[in-house]
Nanobody, 117 residues
Framework: QVQLVESGGGLVQPGGSLRLSCAAS????????VAWYRQAPGKRRELVAA???????NYAGSVKGRFTISRDNAKNTVYLQMNSLKREDTAVYYC???????????WGQGTQVTVSS
């Protein structure tokens, strides 16, 4: 069973930056698209950014131009660089492998991102 471990979250002021990391047990990331999701209190989990096996990327409109997803297949790790953070980016961030409207693996614990002054 693949385990996903997210890290890098924290408390940051509006306008600040954070870089999230997602590590997977096994080498699944080198052969699959990977996405970052987030869930804010009282809201549904939403897709934030995705990167294909070949490196093509896709972003939610709310983060386009501010967030960058990247991958290091050799390290089996996917990153999310978040710049110009806004209060509405506050959420728990998760990674997973998308499969249509679903995901392939059990959700990890996620990493909390709090944007506040």
């Amino acid at each position: 069973q693949v385990q996903l471990v997210e890290s890098g979250g924290g408390l940051v002021q509006p306008g600040g930056s954070l870089r999230l990391s997602c590590a997977a047990s096994g080498s699944i990331f080198s052969t699959a698209a990977v996405a970052w999701y987030r869930q804010a209190p009282g809201k549904r989990r939403e897709l934030v950014a995705a990167i294909t096996r070949g490196g093509d990327t896709n972003y939610a409109g709310s983060v386009k131009g501010r967030f960058t997803i990247s991958r290091d297949n050799a390290k089996n790790t996917v990153y999310l660089q978040m710049n110009s953070l806004k209060r509405e980016d506050t959420a728990v961030y998760y990674c997973n492998v998308p499969s249509g409207d679903f995901v392939l693996f059990a959700w990890g614990q996620g990493t909390q991102v709090t944007v506040s002054s």
